[in-house]
């Protein structure tokens, strides 16, 4: 590690399980940024009782972790975090500083890139640099991939969604630094985050389901997203959405796919009523087997599933619910519609 000088920092985040899969991906892509930067890794871990994972983030390709490990960093606080992120960026002037599209992260990000009066990219799902040494963060946009750049002012601040990214390989043989950053003991907080709340989610879970029936603005209202709902049920599917349904509040936003929601790879992604918009396709290009249900035949979506249904689907989910429910009870359940 001969090499001077951070040229890209990743924030990271921990929850009581480990370090979250999107900032292990972070740092596989941050790593390919700077090895053609020939500079260094920055990964920066904000919270309380972190140690042990500081090792597992230089595995990762970290070559300096800059730990904050101090009651107060827990919960999560905004305001703190960002005046501490913003102090260390200052100091180390990276070209790069990469977040994940979590929730951490979508509050963080914002605040980090005004106070640094920068740009900012958010939901990125493609990060390269040029032959300039600019870094393009490419993003689904008016119907197809447009690439942003930030030229002049730096850092170039993007975040990027879980799953966009491949895990990195992890290498026990690595050697890095570990930094302690330090943290005041008391802070004028103007908000303070008091707890965090977890929300049980119903259902099976979009993250590790096999099969997801996803709805979108053709489910019409919410009869007709009740309808979608029970198709998921049957199946033993995940419901996922798109946005026009979460904005009409049939559904949560943590049920939405795609560039600004949740990265999937079903072994069977079942879309209805959507018609296909590349901010929502996006999230399920790991989905092995694809099937459309909407009553336009020239729809978008159509061109990209492996299967499709021309039907209006307030007639035919329902009747496909009933098939499928009838085919579960005439053998007692054991019929598995997966
Ligand atoms: C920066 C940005 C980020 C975004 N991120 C996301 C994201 O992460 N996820 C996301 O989903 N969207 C996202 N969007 C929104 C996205 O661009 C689309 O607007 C959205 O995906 C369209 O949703 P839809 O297909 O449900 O609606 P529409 O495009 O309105 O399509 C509805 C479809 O339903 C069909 N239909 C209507 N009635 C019926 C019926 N009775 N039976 C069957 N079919 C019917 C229609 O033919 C049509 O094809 C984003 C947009 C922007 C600008």
Known sequence: MAKQGVAVFVI?????????????????????????????????LLGNGLSNNAQKLIEAGADKVYLGDAEILMPFQSELYTEIIVKLMTKSRPQILLLGSTFLGRELAPLIASRLETGLTAHCTQLEINSEGILEQSIPAYGGMITIVCPEKRPQMATVANGVFANPMLDPSRSGEIISIEVPDNFPFRVQTLEIVKEKSEGVSLDSANVIVAGGAGAADQEGWLQISELADVCNAGLGSTRPAVDAGWTELDTMIGQSGKMVSPDLYIGVGLSGELQHMVGIVGAKVMIAINNDAKAPVFEQV?????????????ALVEKLRNIKNSDGGGTNVN
């Open 306 to 318: 492996d299967y499709g249904v021309v039907e209006d689907c307030r007639v035919f989910v329902p």
């Open 12 to 44: 990271a985040e921990q929850d009581e399980i480990g370090i979250e899969p999107v900032s292990m991906q972070l740092i596989g892509k941050a790593r390919q940024l700077v090895d053609y930067l020939d500079s260094n890794l920055g990964v920066v």
